[in-house]
């Protein structure tokens, strides 16, 4: 009975309780005096810590499959806090810097001094990108970094050779490199939190075997491998992928939520690399590990494996880029040396260019070349300051002909069209009843209806007083004949012939997957008034209320009459005294009397004159839009998006605009077109010995008095059944069929044409 009371629940629970408590008193026991001095150690030698596994970017690739955005292996040297990297880092950071340059290999450096040589003598300077903002670069890190303002750089120097205890026995030039690296160090603010900080990227083999051979003076040292961007085709497409770069400062909150390590981690910063950043990106692995006591990684515990971004496969063909950026090349280059085989010895002023090359059936852009370009391999590690400079040089005026390798001049540069616009006048007109398809109308040479003194004439008048006589539609498109536009854009009027150029997309974003587009503008009524109305609003502000009630009133009267004297009568209405009115009137009487639109201005902008400036992008879509029989597509080079489970995500074309425009008018402006490259047209010499039938239209765009003209060409192939269309634009070229070589060596690699099949081109002179 008293066994039975014993082993009752009460009991054996406080027996159970008895034996746990045991049993853990055994184990500290054993763990702090059988065995305290070897975990002492395992504590003091290792540590257990998560480190990041950076995941590869997505590819980029062509429509064919083939990569033009890849990623390649490198290593990277990471330093970890430890113990011993505190007591030694000075002399650490000196021996990872010197086995560095040793190799050829660079450090991350952010630090603004350098040393230089000059006449045997050893200099500071703060350097900069932007050379005339470098002081006002110096003073804000000046103050961030709590320096006085009249600090020399050697100031600077010896102020931060104290602030780390840099020996006094070491060089300037040794205590620089320190410097450099551990202000890299402290600009991260998690080094203290034992998380890498990376020192060096993309090192060789050779630094890699000195920095593992020398592992034990290296205390927090490791050597990582680490995915690097990469372009194998160096600058071919430069301005479509874009660039990676590190995360900008005015960024960093942004992308720290989205979990990027805005210290070290690479983003993309321009073209398709920046627009589509989340897809590519991909998703960061992590490795759990033990790291000894001089910091490096020796046992790996658990990983998750990073997942590698999503692939983007383009629109754009290679082989066609290639062509397209080769050809472009090329012409520029014989047009400054005076090469040209048609005109020897005469160089023109360009600098820039650019084709682009659409898909007429869908907007997908085929090829998009532009001149001067870079190499985005540059950036894949963090470009140098020279090299920055060199792709962003710097210019006394504002002047969209000079060249600027980072710009795509092919949506960011707009430029009048010259005779190509006269498509949308003939579209305008046609659709609007003020001309039939085979309607003539006698050209005269000169068109005197408003201005016999001033009177705009036909090129042909103009250079042979010779007029091209009775004319319909297509015959005006083959011989470009102005006089036949100027009457029927009088005809029709500026805002038929705006509405139009509207519908094609002139004027306007494409809706390209690009960041920098620029709209360019439709000239009229509708686009001067509105600008020049709010400059004077900007002038006229220090002085009176522009808004006040009735001021906006007296303002458009203003504009509307812009005759000297009715200018100055408006100003006095305003309220603004003599010395006031004095200071304002040039400004406001010229932008008003820019504003202003008379029947003449119609004649111009008819032409393709006038303030009409319009990009590559939109006139590729334009003449697609003109050929595929009235549909605009949204101009795209994303085909489709696969992930790593080989899920596709198909871009479908998207038509933004339907002309509906009778097929009959489009055909007649089609066939123009043709006419243009057959005996008697404009650009016959370039297309007489193809074996395919081609439509263009040259155009000789007027820029600035005393400046060249641009050439400016448009073109779609086979005439039969349109399957590209092609834009082409050389600033400074002087006429549109100096640049149709090009789409000629276009079209042959589009539609598959060998040379041998064809007798070699007349003028073309240039060799694929």
């Known amino acids: 009975m008293k066994i039975k009371k014993f082993f009752n629940k009460h009991n054996i629970l406080i027996i159970v309780v008895i034996i746990l408590f045991l049993q853990l008193v055994f184990q500290l026991a054993d763990m702090q005096i059988t065995k305290g001095e070897y975990y002492k150690k395992l504590s003091e030698n290792e540590k257990m810590r998560v480190v990041e596994q950076p995941a590869p970017r997505g590819k980029i690739l062509d429509a064919n499959g083939i990569v033009l955005a890849d990623n390649r292996p490198s290593f990277t040297v990471q330093m970890i806090r430890n113990k011993k990297t505190d007591d030694n880092i000075n002399e650490i950071v000196l021996k990872v810097a010197s086995i560095l340059e040793y190799n050829g290999d660079e450090y991350i450096d952010d630090f603004p001094l350098e040393i230089k040589d000059k006449d045997g003598q050893v200099f500071f300077e703060f350097r900069s990108r932007d050379e005339e903002q470098s002081e006002e670069e110096e003073m804000r890190w000046k103050k961030q970094n709590g320096i006085r303002s009249d600090y020399t750089a050697k100031q600077v120097l010896d102020k931060y050779r104290k602030k780390y205890n840099i020996d006094n026995k070491l060089n300037d030039r040794d205590a620089l490199k320190i410097i450099e690296i551990r202000s890299l160090i402290d600009s991260h603010g998690y080094y203290r939190s034992y998380i890498p900080v990376e020192i060096a990227l993309d090192i060789s083999q050779e630094s890699v075997a000195m920095l593992e051979t020398k592992a034990l003076e290296l205390p927090g040292i490791n050597v990582v491998y680490k995915p690097i961007r990469y372009y194998p085709y160096n600058t071919l497409a430069c301005h479509i992928l874009g660039y990676i770069g590190k995360i900008p400062a005015n960024q960093s909150d942004e992308y720290q939520e989205k979990g990027y390590n805005v210290s070290s981690d690479m983003i993309g910063i321009t073209g398709l690399e920046g627009v589509l950043e989340d897809e590519l990106a991909g998703t960061k692995g992590k490795k759990w590990v033990y790291v000894n006591n001089i910091g490096r990684i020796h046992k790996e515990l658990d990983k998750e494996p990073p997942i590698a971004g999503k692939d983007v496969v383009l629109t754009i063909d290679k082989k066609l880029q290639e062509v397209a950026e080769k050809t472009l090349k090329m012409r520029i280059d014989q047009m400054k040396n005076g090469e040209l085989p048609f005109k020897p010895g005469v160089k023109f002023p360009v600098d820039i260019g650019s084709v682009v090359a659409i898909d007429v059936n869908t907007g997908g852009v085929l090829a998009m070349a532009s001149y001067p370009n870079y190499d985005p391999n540059l950036f894949a590690t963090g470009i140098s300051t020279e090299d920055w400079k060199a792709l962003n040089p710097e210019y ?373």
């Open 396 to 768: 006394d005026r504002i002047d969209p002909t000079l060249p600027r390798p980072m710009v795509n001049n092919a949506i960011s540069g707009a430029f009048p069209p010259g005779s190509t616009f006269k498509m949308v006048t003939a579209t305008a007109a046609l659709q609007e009843g003020a001309i039939g398809v085979n309607d003539k109308i006698l050209t005269k040479g000169s068109y005197t209806k408003y201005s016999r003194t001033h009177a705009p004439g036909c090129w042909l008048w103009n250079s042979y007083r010779r007029t091209h006589g009775y004319e319909n539609v297509k015959d005006a498109i083959r011989d470009s004949c102005n006089y036949y536009f100027y009457e029927i854009g009088d005809r029709v009027g500026i805002e038929k012939i705006a509405e139009y150029a509207k519908k094609y997309g002139l004027g306007q974003n494409t809706g390209i997957e690009l960041s920098g587009e620029v709209s360019g503008n439709v000239d009229g009524p509708q686009h001067r008034t509105p600008y020049a109305k709010s400059v004077i609003n900007n002038a006229l502000k220090k002085y009176i209320d522009v808004d006040k009630e009735g001021n906006q009133q007296i303002i458009d009267d203003m504009i509307k009459t812009p005759h000297w004297g009715h200018v100055r009568a408006k100003l006095k209405e305003l309220g603004l005294t003599d010395s006031q009115l004095d200071d304002v009137f040039n400004i406001v009487f010229r932008w008003a009397n820019w504003s202003y639109w008379p029947p003449t201005n119609t004649l111009s902008a008819s032409i393709g004159q006038g303030d009409h400036n319009f990009t590559p992008v939109q006139l590729a879509n334009y003449v697609a839009t003109i050929v595929n029989g009235g549909k605009r597509y949204k101009v795209h080079l994303v085909k489709e998006i696969v992930d790593k489970n080989g899920q596709r995500k198909m871009v479908q074309p998207e038509v933004t605009e339907e002309l509906n425009v009778d097929d009959k008018y489009l055909e007649a402006i089609k066939e123009g077109m043709w006419m243009v490259t057959q005996p008697g047209g404009t650009a016959s010499t370039y297309f007489k010995d193809l074996p395919f039938n081609v439509g263009a239209k040259t155009g000789t765009a007027q820029y600035i008095k005393g400046k060249e003209n641009h050439s400016v060409f448009v073109a779609f192939a086979p005439y039969e059944d349109p399957q590209i269309a092609v834009a082409i634009i050389i600033p400074g070229g002087d006429t549109g069929g100096y640049s149709a070589d090009i789409a000629v060596e276009i079209f042959k690699e589009y539609l598959k044409i060998d040379d041998n099949e064809t007798n070699e081109l007349i003028y073309n002179g240039l060799n694929r």
